[in-house]
């Protein structure tokens, strides 16, 4: 039962540069979610999709895209990355009812530092 | 403005040791309040959930209270293990779905 899983773990790249994060779920779940966790700022919600093809912007989803052509894939990229959004990124995906509780499942993480 | 603040930021104790970590928060609606756990460099993991209508839950060595005419919940850790040390994360729930984070409380528990 793999759940839920990110790659990669860790990323190095350049300004300017664009990177795609990998996020694979295998429960079905409806939802999936991106979340950046910085020091200060707690996690904070970049992009969500409820359902494949249906994407939306969450608190802080400016520099991102993101693409949900299947339900359990949801890549995350920056098309062209900067030093501020060096963090460490947190997929997470939720079954419909589990989105009015919190019940989130959350994948291991990318740490991903931008020269 | 929707909020949610932990207390404290950062917490040492020795192993054996008891603990509460403390969560305000301004959602309204309030809908529920989960508690996650953070072991460094993992995902969050769930540990309860509290509703309105709940005063008190236990999960283990873990027991959370809400009082919901306060806004304030907290996290108590009984007879805590090295394996406690993690950062815990308080998330509230608005009723239209919304769920808004607290940076977190910082456990480091020592032998």
């Known amino acids: 039962d793999a759940g839920i899983t990110q790659s990669p773990r860790y990323k190095i790249t350049e300004t300017g540069r664009q990177v795609t994060l990998m996020c694979h779920q295998t429960w079905s779940h409806s939802y999936m979610f991106w979340y950046r966790q910085d020091l200060g700022h707690g996690l904070r919600l970049i992009y969500y999709s409820a359902a494949a093809d249906i994407t939306d912007k969450g608190e802080v989803p400016d520099g991102y895209v993101v693409s949900r052509s299947k339900t359990e894939n949801f890549p995350l990229t920056l098309e062209s990355a900067t030093r501020s959004q060096t963090s460490v990124y947190f997929c997470?995906?939720?079954?419909?009812?589990?989105?009015?509780?919190?019940?989130?499942?959350f994948g291991e993480g990318s740490r991903l530092t931008v020269l | 403005k929707n909020q949610v603040e932990q207390s404290p930021q950062s917490l040492i104790i020795l192993e054996g040791k008891n603990c509460t970590l403390q969560c305000n928060y301004t959602v309204s609606p309030f809908s529920n309040l989960r508690w996650y756990k953070q072991d460094t460099g993992r995902g969050p993991v769930s540990l309860t959930i509290?509703?309105?209508?709940?005063n008190t839950k236990s999960n283990g060595r873990y027991t959370a209270t809400l009082d919901a005419d306060t806004k304030q919940s907290s996290l108590h850790i009984t007879a805590s293990q090295l394996s406690d040390s993690a950062s815990y994360i308080c998330v509230v729930s608005s009723s239209g779905g919304k769920l808004i984070f607290g940076q977190g409380t910082e456990l480091s528990v020592k032998p």
């Open positions: 997470a995906s939720s079954q419909v009812a589990g989105v009015r509780t919190g019940e989130l499942f």
């Open positions: 509290m509703t309105f209508s709940e």
